[in-house]
């Protein structure tokens, strides 16, 4: 969602203020601004569009100032535009938010009443006039952000300056994250440890409902009923150096490209070469007596869940239930005590997720997170965490997090099998062995990125295309799917290749791309068949499969892809690899931008 950041400095914050949003920028791009001090007044500057738009802005009018606040936006209430675009200011105040304030409206018209005049479309303005309001009355900044905070509903972080405080920024924490940096004699605050990496490496995450006063000198956290409160102070382990492209076009081809590196790191943290077996890291409650899981997660995380459902029902023969966040939640399931309940989320902040994680963990389950921020939230929250090495990504489409998830689930079921006795040392070793090869396989695999480009032409001139799959093939042709809808802006749908004859084989005719994901496994048969429904319909096919596999094709597929042999349990990681490609040279045929697609953003605090 949106980005923030705030500092209180010795020289000139402008410039730094733009170098962190810059690493926010993956949160929101929908317009981006800061506010400084100068003698006393609120200087703005704001553009809409990406972060870009306020550098030029910036450097045709340069703003000076010692403290000051930025934010870069995904629009929730209100258009895109520089109008809505925060900072937004009153007299005496200037905040940025991210989040959405729920009774913003009842708010909006009891404050225009008394006479503040509005002039965004946005929810968060309300907070603004707010502070405003109880500043007029002489109530001190500390008090009356105070007062404010209790009159708000909904999910906020706040960043707050005020006019006549050079000295002063009040930040305030109810659902969306958001941290405090320290440095020497300067102040900090962020939405994510990587906002405030170049800065300083100690942080302070704001707890739930915490609001803290921050002056040049050092910070004094309260809770939510207002009393101070100590919050432990971390190293963060991210680097300050920004994370750059390389000598790749987009973040996405760079962080595909980065896969068998960091899902070697990933598997390195968890498997033994020498014995060829799993250790997890340690966790505060034994898988052997889990009778039932629960996966929650969004987006692309919730299709690596489903590829573990597959894994831990048919490896380990722990049933599975599976869920997106934001349906879970509201449905509100009953949950046995002592059930186990995985969380898997790239940024671990999603506040569907992280709202469903308070959930279980109320109802007694045993929490597992899976997360590649190991500062975030819901690592926090969670009894246990396993860790996704895929380093920072900045591709608002996920790739190299999607597969070290599915490296890290993979081992979760190996593990959970040994724990169960549902496999012997044998197939423990087997299958471990198998994943210990998949970053080699993966590499093979990336040796087709000219070939996905070429297949690429034919998906970028389709209006639909459809992926289909079975068996844990099939979350690769939703996510194959999602990736192309994400970035192409080309309605796509995944699907279970066996149940096309239900519905989706209406669309087939020849200008509706069929992608089948088809490793040689015990389904493949099965595929097979659906395949030659579709050419019989005159559907275009093109073919994601081994060797084994494309031999047996009997049908003519307009393109067919060779992956490497593997055995199936890892196949979903591979496979995973060319719709990405397929995905990215779509999009860039189609002259989109790849990495900050339109209305998307990287972590949704919002819910
Ligand atoms: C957004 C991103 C997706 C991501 C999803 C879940 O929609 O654009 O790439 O899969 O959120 O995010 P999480 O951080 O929880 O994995």
């Known amino acids: 969602m949106c980005g923030i950041v705030g500092i209180i400095g010795k020289a000139e914050v402008a410039p730094l203020l733009v170098e962190g949003l810059k690493r926010l920028e993956y949160r929101g791009y929908d317009s981006a601004g800061i506010a400084t001090l100068v003698d006393g007044r609120i200087e703005r500057r704001r553009a809409e569009g990406k972060l870009a738009n306020l550098e030029a802005l910036l450097a045709e009018r340069p703003m000076g100032g010692r403290i000051g606040i930025g934010h870069t936006r995904w629009a929730t209430h209100g258009v895109p535009s520089e109008r809505n675009a925060h900072p937004h200011a009153g007299k005496r105040v200037a905040v940025v938010h991210n989040g959405i304030?729920?009774?913003?409206?009842?708010?909006?018209?009891?404050?225009?009443?008394?006479?503040?005049?509005?002039?965004?479309?946005?929810?968060?303005?309300?907070?603004?006039?707010?502070?405003?309001?109880?500043?007029?009355?002489?109530?001190?900044?500390?008090?009356?952000?105070a007062?404010?905070?209790?009159?708000?509903?909904?999910?906020?972080?706040?960043?707050?300056?005020?006019?006549?405080?050079?000295?002063?920024?009040?930040?305030?924490?109810?659902?969306?994250?958001?941290?405090?940096?320290?440095?020497?004699?300067?102040?900090?605050?962020?939405?994510?440890?990587?906002?405030?990496?170049?800065?300083t490496r100690k942080i302070t995450y704001l707890a739930?409902?915490?609001?803290?006063?921050?002056?040049?000198?050092?910070?004094?956290?309260?809770?939510?009923?207002?009393?101070?409160?100590?919050?432990?102070?971390?190293?963060?382990?991210?680097?300050?150096?920004?994370?750059?492209?390389?000598?790749?076009?987009?973040?996405?081809?760079?962080?595909i490209h980065e896969q068998p590196q960091v899902i070697g790191d990933t598997l390195a943290s968890m498997f033994n070469p020498a014995s060829r077996t799993i250790t997890l890291p340690d966790l505060p409650f034994d898988l052997a007596g889990v009778e039932r899981v629960a996966i929650i997660a969004c987006g692309t995380s919730y299709y690596a869940g489903l590829v573990a459902?597959?894994?831990?029902?048919?490896?380990?023969?722990?049933?599975?239930?599976?869920?997106?966040?934001?349906?879970?939640?509201?449905?509100?399931?009953?949950?046995r005590p002592g059930g186990l309940a995985i969380f898997i989320s790239q940024s671990g902040e999603t506040a569907?997720?992280?709202?469903?994680?308070?959930?279980?963990?109320?109802?007694?389950?045993?929490?597992?997170?899976?997360?590649?921020?190991?500062?975030?939230?819901?690592?926090?929250?969670?009894?246990?965490?396993?860790?996704?090495?895929?380093?920072?990504?900045?591709?608002?489409?996920?790739?190299?997090?999607?597969s070290t998830q599915l490296t890290v689930l993979a081992c979760l079921a190996i593990a959970f099998a040994r724990a169960n006795k549902a496999i012997d040392a044998a197939e423990e070793q087997h299958l471990s062995q198998a994943l210990a090869e998949v970053p080699a396989r993966v590499a093979e695999v990336l040796r087709h990125d000219e070939r996905m480009a070429d297949i690429a032409r034919l998906i970028a001139e389709a209006r639909d295309v459809l992926y289909l799959g079975r068996g844990s093939s099939f979350p690769i042709a939703m996510e194959g799917a999602l990736k192309l809808k994400e970035i192409s802006y080309i309605h796509a749908e995944g699907y279970p290749a066996g149940e096309m004859k239900h519905g989706p084989i209406a669309l087939i005719d020849p200008r509706v791309p069929?992608?089948?994901?088809?490793?040689?496994?015990?389904?493949?048969?099965?595929?097979l068949s659906n395949v030659q429904e579709v050419v019989a319909r005159g559907g275009r096919v093109v073919v994601l499969s081994d060797a084994p596999g494309l031999l047996e094709m009997p049908v003519p597929a307009v393109a067919e892809v060779e992956l490497p042999v593997v055995d199936p349990f890892v196949a979903p990681i591979l496979y995973a690899i060319p719709v990405q490609l397929l995905a990215y040279h779509a999009a860039v045929l189609r002259g989109c931008d790849v990495d900050r697609p339109r209305n998307l953003a990287k972590s949704v605090t919002v819910e």
């Not at 004094?220 to 991210?238: H, I, K, P, Q, T």
């Not at 380990?316 to 399931?333: K, L």
């Not at 975030?376 to 396993?386: F, N």
Request: with cysteine; proline share 5%; charged share 25%.
């Open 101 to 145: 304030i729920e009774n913003f409206r009842e708010l909006k018209a009891e404050l225009a009443d008394a006479g503040h005049l509005f002039d965004s479309d946005t929810d968060s303005e309300a907070v603004v006039h707010l502070i405003d309001h109880y500043l007029d009355q002489g109530i001190a900044p500390a008090e009356a952000t």
């Open 208 to 255: 739930d409902g915490d609001w803290a006063v921050v002056n040049a000198d050092g910070v004094a956290f309260r809770d939510r009923e207002g009393r101070l409160v100590n919050r432990e102070v971390r190293e963060s382990r991210l680097s300050g150096a920004l994370v750059g492209k390389g000598q790749y076009r987009h973040f996405m081809l760079k962080e």
């Open 514 to 527: 069929v992608v089948v994901i088809a490793p040689s496994d015990r389904l493949y048969d099965k595929t």
């Open 352 to 402: 569907d997720t992280l709202a469903a994680l308070r959930y279980c963990r109320e109802h007694g389950q045993h929490t597992l997170s899976l997360v590649n921020v190991p500062e975030s939230t819901m690592a926090r929250e969670s009894d246990g965490v396993l860790p996704t090495l895929a380093g920072p990504e900045i591709g608002v489409a996920s790739t190299k997090a999607f």
């Open 309 to 335: 459902k597959y894994w831990i029902e048919t490896v380990a023969r722990v049933p599975v239930d599976i869920d997106v966040a934001s349906e879970f939640r509201y449905r509100a399931p009953p949950l």
């Open 147 to 199: 007062r404010a905070l209790r009159r708000l509903k909904g999910a906020f972080a706040l960043g707050i300056i005020f006019s006549d405080h050079p000295e002063l920024m009040i930040a305030a924490r109810q659902g969306s994250p958001l941290a405090v940096g320290y440095g020497e004699g300067e102040m900090y605050l962020g939405s994510d440890a990587l906002a405030l990496a170049p800065l």
